[in-house]
Every structure is written in C-alpha cells, then in structure tokens.
C-alpha cells in the first residue's frame, strides 16, 4: 500500500512539473492535475467508470457509500441584492433553439424552464426565484415548475433517489439530469443537459445560473446522468 501511494505521488508530482514546463505553471493547470490525481481511485470515479447496467445492480449500495460520506459544499455565499437580479437581462442571450430539437414537450418544458433563470445569481440553500438558487434547488425548482416531478433538496439525495433512469453521459438527452463530484467520495454537483457539449446549473457562489461548456473539468468529475423524462 506504501509503495502504491508512493508511486502514485511521484506520478503526480510529475504531472505538475510538466504542466509547469508546458504552461509556465498556470495555476489552473497545476488545479487541474491535482484534482486528476485525487479523483482517480476514489469512490464516484469507480462509479464513473462502472458500466451504467452493473451500476443499477449494485445501486443500493453505492448510494448508502455515498450518503454515509455526504456533506455538501458549505461555503459563505455572495450577498443577494436587488442590483445583482437587476443585471438577469444580460445573460438572456445564452440559449438554446428550442425549435429545431426533435424532444418530447416535457423536455422542452424543462429546458424553457431552465432558460428563464439564467443570470440569476447562485445562492446556497436557496431554491426561489426571487432571491437566487443553488445548484439542487435550481434542478428541484426546475422540475417541480415545469412537469410537476418533485426531486429531494439536495444534489446528493437527488442522485440517490428511488426513480429515474441512470444514464451514461453518451445517453442523455436535452432535459435529463448530470451528477458531478468535486472531491470524489460524494454527489456535490447537478446540472441539467441541454445538448452535446453544454448543461445550465448553478455553478458556485459569485457565479450565476448560466449555460456552461461540458469542457475537461465537468467530463472529469462528471459520474452519472439521470433520467425521469421519456
């Protein structure tokens, strides 16, 4: 176990320094690596990694793995002003043409949903309209609002829930749910897909809800999609 952990240090110390050649040790490369490092043996990556029909087998206890070992993110959050809601009007152009996508009306009804959002600031704990959303209270809101599917508060318990459809990434379709893991020993993060290459969610806080690009970072630390519409 000793000479494992040792050897896998030494392969990730040389990442960094490569990176460091490569990009003058950007910081963002060197975050980069590390979380590469750090997720890689860990309990979501092995989930990740499981084939989507032997993941459902053994469900039950994978998600007690991880509700055992939950808390999510629990940091301070930007002030919630007027002023920052006023500022929704400039990210409306982010989005997504509804009319050439050949989906089923839930799943256009949820993406309209989604898309009315956009620009509100992120909030932890919070799931209204009004004063902001964080990322499982977007989805929750989201759902609830446009087809009447009640999700659990949380990201974490979002995942673990009975119903739905587990999904590799390579299955989803605009609507359906993406579970991601920021330290690889619990469900932390969800978005909603929206089409090849981008989700919306609620990022983190000093972000607002937006459409991102599925770009390195989210396919790393991406573990399931999940779906409850046909």
């Given amino acids: 176990m000793k000479f494992k952990l040792r050897a896998e240090m030494k392969k990730f110390i040389a990442n960094i320094v490569l990176a460091g050649l490569f990009m003058n040790f950007g910081s963002?490369?060197?975050?980069?690596?590390?979380?590469?490092?750090?997720?890689?043996?860990?309990?979501?990556?092995?989930?990740?990694?499981?084939?989507v029909n032997d993941f459902v087998s053994q469900s039950s206890e994978y998600v007690n793995l991880i509700l055992q070992d939950s808390l999510n993110n629990t940091s301070n959050n930007s002030p919630k002003t007027t002023s920052e809601l006023d500022k929704k009007e400039k990210y409306?152009?982010?989005s997504v043409s509804l009319p050439n996508m050949n989906i089923s009306a839930a799943?256009?009804?949820?993406?309209?949903?989604?898309?009315?959002h956009i620009g509100i600031p992120y909030s932890y704990g919070s799931m209204d309209p009004t004063s902001g959303f964080d990322c499982s209270?977007?989805?929750?809101?989201?759902?609830?609002?446009?087809?009447?599917?009640?999700?659990?508060?949380?990201?974490?318990?979002?995942?673990?829930?009975?119903?739905?459809?587990f999904l590799e990434y390579k299955d989803l379709q605009p609507g359906d749910l993406m579970f991601f893991s920021h330290?690889?020993?619990?469900?932390?993060?969800?978005?909603?897909?929206?089409?090849?290459?981008?989700?919306?969610?609620?990022?983190r806080t000093g972000r607002r809800i937006t459409i991102d690009e599925y770009n390195r970072y989210w396919r790393q630390h991406f573990v399931?999609?999940?779906s409850y519409l046909q």
Wanted: no cysteine; net charge positive.
């Fill in 183 to 203: 330290n690889g020993q619990n469900i932390q993060h969800v978005g909603i897909y929206v089409e090849e290459g981008r989700f919306i969610h609620a990022p």
């Fill in 28 to 51: 963002s490369e060197v975050l980069y690596q590390y979380q590469k490092w750090r997720f890689k043996d860990s309990l979501t990556a092995e989930i990740k990694d499981m084939n």
């Fill in 137 to 165: 209270g977007f989805v929750g809101y989201v759902y609830n609002k446009s087809i009447s599917v009640k999700l659990p508060r949380s990201s974490r318990n979002q995942f673990a829930a009975n119903g739905g459809k």
């Fill in 107 to 116: 799943r256009i009804a949820v993406l309209k949903e989604s898309q009315k």
């Fill in 92 to 94: 409306k152009q982010e």
């Fill in 224 to 226: 399931k999609g999940k």
